[in-house]
Structure formats: structure tokens, C-alpha cells
């Protein structure tokens, strides 16, 4: 949410200079976590803040700019992030529970993290990062799973799990992962994963398909051969 309030604040004409940025990221901040944080917990203190900063502005200031910032936001603070679209798509995966949930859900917020902090995934809409980085998370625990890769959850995805979710993102949250947006934010966040030397290649991962893709495929072989042969049955004569 941070992110988005001081992108909206950029914008906006908020934030005017490049000094302003650094008031701009701190009340954008402050603001955040007034809206979001636990009600339990307290609001960092303006004067902590002003520390922040190195003194560069003052407590004063840091209010004038959250006015600023709430105007021009039209005091619409509850945005949608790429983590709210995360946890609803999280609700249409078959695995609910055990190790690998959650480490599909650690690996999918943490692609979320990376590519909030890409300038070239900034215009990208949290409903398509929040996709993105869910299939980026599985298509790490598939390379884990085929690799055998030590300390990685004995749990396993299956081909009938990848179906059933691919299928109820395209039907029910009407996004189909071979789109050309998907599919390039997916690319991007699985560079940002793969080993320097690997990630170096030209287009390495943009040349070959996601293994959630590559299941999909199967999966529509599959049917089709299935298909084929109940046809090619029902016009055997009897």
C-alpha cells in the first residue's frame, strides 16, 4: 500500500522535486501503516520518523504532506494490494494446508516483495502481480520437486492439483495464465530468482514454458487423446 500511495503521490504532482521523495516514501509509509497495520500495535512516532529522515524535514512537514497525499488519494486508503489478490487466489488452491501451503505462500509473497521494488513491474496491476507471483512460488516448488532438491517439503503437486487451479483461476477469477501480460510479469519475476549466470542468458526464461503451462499442456493432450478414443470407440460397429 506504501508503494502505491507514493506512486499515486508521484503522480499527483505531490511530490514535486527530488527532494521531496524521501518526505514523499516516509509519510507514504506512515500513512500505510496507520491503514494497515494491527490495531494493537502503536503508530510509529512522528519524531522516530523525522530520525528517519536524518532530520531532513520536520514533524510538520510529514502532516502537510499526509493532507496532500489523503487529497489526492480522494482519502481512497484502502487500496487493493498485490497480497489481498494473493490471499483470495490462495482460497482457490487445492493444497489448504501441510508444509508445502505454506511454503507456496512464503515463496509467492516474497515474489511479491521483489517485484514491488522493480520499477518495470511499477504500471503492472496488483491482481496480475498477486497471479504472477503465485504461479512464479509453484513453478519454484515444481523445479524443487523434479530436482529432488534437499531440505524442500516431502509433500508433492500434483498434475490433477496444477488442472484444477489453472482451471478455476480461468473460470472463476476469469485470468488465464497463458496471457501475454501473465506471462511476461512471470518472466520477469522468475529472473529475478535464477542463478546470475543462468539469468544472464538472453530470453532463457521467456524461450521456454512455465512448468505450470507445460502441466496445463499435458493436461489438454491428455483429454484430447482421451477424446480421440472414445470417438474412434463409439464408431466401431457392434
Known sequence: ????????AVARGVVKSSQDVQLGAI???????????????????LSNLVKLGHSNFTAEDITRMERELLQALGWRVNVPTPNCFLQQYLVLLPIQQGALRKRIESLAYAAIERALADDSLAAVEPSILGYAALLS????????????VPGCCLEVITLWQIQSFLYSMSNIANLNHTNILITETLARMEAMVLPPAVASSKH???????????RQGECNDMKNVEEQSHK????IPS
Open 204 to 214: 532463457r526464461v521467456m524461450s521456454k514454458p512455465s512448468p505450470c503451462a507445460k
Open 27 to 45: 509519510t507514504s509509509m506512515y500513512l500505510a501503516l496507520k491503514v494497515y497495520d494491527s490495531p494493537c500495535m502503536r503508530v510509529v512516532k
Open 1 to 8: 500500500a506504501a508503494a502505491f500511495y507514493l506512486d499515486t
Open 137 to 148: 512460488a509453484l513453478d519454484q516448488c515444481l523445479e524443487q520437486q523434479k530436482a529432488r
Open 232 to 235: 474412434s470407440s463409439a464408431s
